[in-house]
C-alpha cells in the first residue's frame, strides 16, 4: 500500500525559512517523480514544482511563482522528498501535498497523474 | 503555460441527478487530462486519468470524455458522497496546471 506523510509545516514570520518534508512508502521511490501541490485557504490547487526520478537524474522544474524561493531535493536512499521554502511571503500560506506520479503507459504511451497524496501540512506566514 | 477553465465553478443538484462538469484547455493536450475529486480538509483524489479511463476503485457512475480541447466529466447518478470539489488537471507539459475547481452542493 502506497503512504505518503508529509511534515515541517508551521507558522513561520515573513521573509523566514521552512523545510518541509515527505515520507513515501508502498512504491519503488526512485523510479518515479514526485511533485508538490498546495492549496491556499480556500482556493484551488497550485502546482508548486517537481523531481524528476534518478533515471532522468532528479531534475526539477518549478511554477513561476516560487522559482528562485523554492527548491525540491529527494533523498531516494530514505525514500524522501523535501521543499525547502525560503523568503516565505504571506501569500505562500497554504497546505502543502507532497504527490506522487505514478502514472500509466497505456499503450505505449505515458499518461502523467498524481495517483497518491499525502494528507497535506499546513504552513501559515504571519507576523 | 496552458490555462485550464472549468465550469460551472458551482452546482446545485439532487441525489439521483446527472451532473457534468466541463473543463476547457487553452490549447491542444490530447488525452493528457486527470480529474480529481477533494472533500473538505482531505487530500485530493484521482477519479479518472488520461481523459476517459477510471481509476480503479472509482465507482463507475463517474465518467470522462474528451472533445478537441474540451473535456467533461460525469456522474450519471449522484450520490450522497459525490457532494465535492472537482478539479481537471493537465499533464501534457510543464507547468503542470489545474482548473478553478467545481463545487457540487446539495440541492
Known amino acids: 500500500e502506497v503512504q505518503v506523510v508529509e511534515s515541517g509545516g508551521g507558522l513561520v514570520q515573513p521573509g523566514g525559512s521552512l523545510r518541509l518534508s515527505c515520507a513515501a512508502s508502498g512504491f519503488t521511490f526512485s523510479d518515479h517523480f514526485m511533485d508538490w501541490v498546495r492549496q491556499a485557504p480556500g482556493k484551488g490547487l497550485e502546482w508548486v514544482g517537481r523531481?524528476?526520478?534518478?533515471?532522468?537524474?532528479?531534475?526539477?522544474e518549478y511554477a513561476a511563482s516560487v522559482k528562485g524561493r523554492f527548491t525540491i531535493s529527494r533523498d531516494d536512499s530514505k525514500n524522501s522528498l523535501y521543499l525547502q521554502i525560503n523568503s516565505l511571503k504571506t501569500e505562500d500560506t497554504a497546505v502543502y501535498y507532497c504527490?506522487?506520479?505514478?502514472?500509466?503507459?497505456?499503450?505505449?504511451?505515458?499518461?502523467?497523474?498524481?495517483?497518491?497524496w499525502g494528507q497535506g501540512t499546513l504552513v501559515t506566514v504571519s507576523s | 503555460d496552458i490555462q485550464m477553465t472549468q465550469s460551472p465553478s458551482s452546482l446545485s443538484a439532487s441525489v439521483g441527478d446527472r451532473v457534468t462538469i466541463t473543463c476547457r484547455a487553452s490549447?491542444?493536450?490530447?488525452?493528457?487530462l486527470n480529474w480529481y475529486q477533494q472533500k473538505p480538509g482531505k487530500a485530493p483524489k484521482l477519479l479518472i486519468y488520461a481523459a476517459s479511463s477510471l481509476q480503479s476503485g472509482v465507482p463507475s457512475r463517474f465518467s470522462g470524455s474528451a472533445s478537441g480541447t474540451d473535456f467533461t466529466l460525469t456522474i450519471s447518478s449522484l450520490q450522497p458522497e459525490d457532494f465535492a470539489t472537482y478539479y481537471c488537471?493537465?499533464?501534457?507539459?510543464?507547468?503542470?496546471?489545474f482548473g478553478q475547481g467545481t463545487k457540487v452542493e446539495i440541492k
Open positions: 523531481t524528476r526520478n534518478e533515471a532522468n537524474t532528479h531534475t526539477t
Open positions: 490549447q491542444t493536450i490530447s488525452s493528457y
Open positions: 504527490a506522487v506520479d505514478l502514472g500509466y503507459n497505456i499503450g505505449g504511451t505515458w499518461y502523467s497523474n498524481f495517483r497518491h
Open positions: 488537471q493537465q499533464s501534457y507539459s510543464i507547468p503542470r496546471t
